[in-house]
């Protein structure tokens, strides 16, 4: 390897542990300066080829002001980072799938950086990081071990260590895959606008620039969500279950991570990696927790620019999703704007029949 790919390596596994550390989490933002902010702005319909366009066919609000983007990047002028994330509690089907999400990542097109992630109890592990051997890539792809006692009590304090980590990369279209079913056992029957975690997974990715696109999957869901729903369900009928004592639950079960999610075991493990130099179901009832999870997902995908595929329901096949989303990679461009404020919303000056914009907002 030459010296200046280990050191990209180096630099690379330094951004993302040191965003993945407890003493980084108090406020997981990108690095702030003279360096401008990124939008990937997706036109989600059916089109035959990305129209051209130009920044001023784009009007950026952000804070009081209004104002067209500085620069415009195709999907071929820039390198992609795509980060695909799973969760460990996810259930043992779910290794059915795997070789339509191998397929995926092996095509997928060149100059395109892919890494693969798992989501356990108060950390992330790296199966790969972001490399452009794909096929490297996908041989690291793994199912999820299908434990209970893996769950991320709440999965958006991983997702948004793993945004502030890619915001340190070098100049990049970025963005996030998850195969989530959106629990979080932190925060009761909180709604999405009520969600702390949330709210700082949003935050993260609207400064970076970063979407997330999540394909809705089955999972085993947080031992803490379960002894919330079980109560539930016996405090309506006048009794409590006998797993389940009034001041918490019985058994091993661990205590969920603190308000800023940081834990003396958080970190980024697994093999090494090699990046290449760069030169420029929702249920009603008796299920609360399942319903705000997909609440939760739509929240975060929405207003990061980015999409939830079939929401609610769980795919027999995920191919179609991924299809879908793969189209919808071909019909991005990046804006790059000089801004001190959050963005608040991206307008699109022309029209275009049977298109929707999807871009980041508050």
């Known amino acids: 390897m030459s010296k200046p790919r280990v050191f990209l390596v180096f630099i690379l596994a330094l951004a993302l542990a040191g965003a993945l550390s407890p003493a980084a989490q108090e ?6 300066g003279d360096k401008p902010l990124r939008a990937v702005v997706t036109f989600d319909g059916d089109l035959e080829a990305l129209p051209t366009l130009a920044p001023a066919d784009f009007e950026i609000e952000a804070g009081k002001k209004k104002f ?7 999907p071929d002028e820039m390198p992609t980072v795509l980060a695909i994330v799973l969760q ?17 990542i092996l095509s997928q097109p060149p100059n395109t950086y892919v890494g693969i992630f ?18 490297k890539v996908a041989e690291a792809l793994r199912a999820p071990k299908g434990m209970q006692d893996l769950a991320p009590p709440s999965p958006y304090d991983g997702i948004a260590r793993l945004i502030a980590g890619m915001a340190q990369l070098p100049d990049a279209r970025k963005e996030i895959l998850w195969f989530a079913e959106g629990s979080d056992a932190t925060v009761g029957d909180a709604t999405a606008g009520q969600n702390p975690n949330l709210a700082r997974a949003l935050s993260v990715a609207q400064k970076a620039g970063i979407p997330v696109w999540v394909i809705f999957t089955e999972a085993t869901p947080p031992v803490g969500r379960v002894l919330r729903e079980e109560q539930a369900g016996a405090q309506t009928q006048g009794s409590l279950p006998p797993n389940v004592m009034a001041g918490g639950a019985t058994g091993t079960a661990s205590s969920p991570p603190t308000t ?3 834990s003396a075991q958080s970190t980024l493990t697994g093999p090494g990696s090699r990046l290449p130099g760069w ?7 008796t299920q609360p927790a399942v319903q705000y999870g997909v609440s939760y997902l739509n929240y975060l995908t929405e207003r990061s620019g980015g999409k939830t595929f079939s929401a609610g329901k769980v795919p027999t096949d995920i191919r179609p999703f991924l299809d879908e989303f793969k189209k919808l990679m071909t019909q991005q461009v ?7 404020e959050v963005l608040k919303k991206v307008k699109l000056q022309k029209k275009l029949k049977d298109v929707k914009l999807l871009a980041p907002k508050r």
């Open 27 to 32: 406020q997981p933002a990108p690095p702030q």
């Open 68 to 74: 067209a983007p500085a620069r415009l990047y195709r």
């Open 88 to 104: 460990e509690n996810q259930t043992p089907d779910f290794g059915t799938q795997l070789d339509a999400l191998r397929d995926f």
């Open 118 to 135: 798992y989501l356990s109890t108060q950390a992330i592990e790296t199966a790969i990081l972001f490399d452009s051997n794909l096929q």
């Open 260 to 262: 800023s999610g940081a």
């Open 279 to 285: 030169d420029s179901f929702g249920a009603s009832g």
């Open 334 to 340: 990046v804006l790059e704007y000089p801004s001190e």
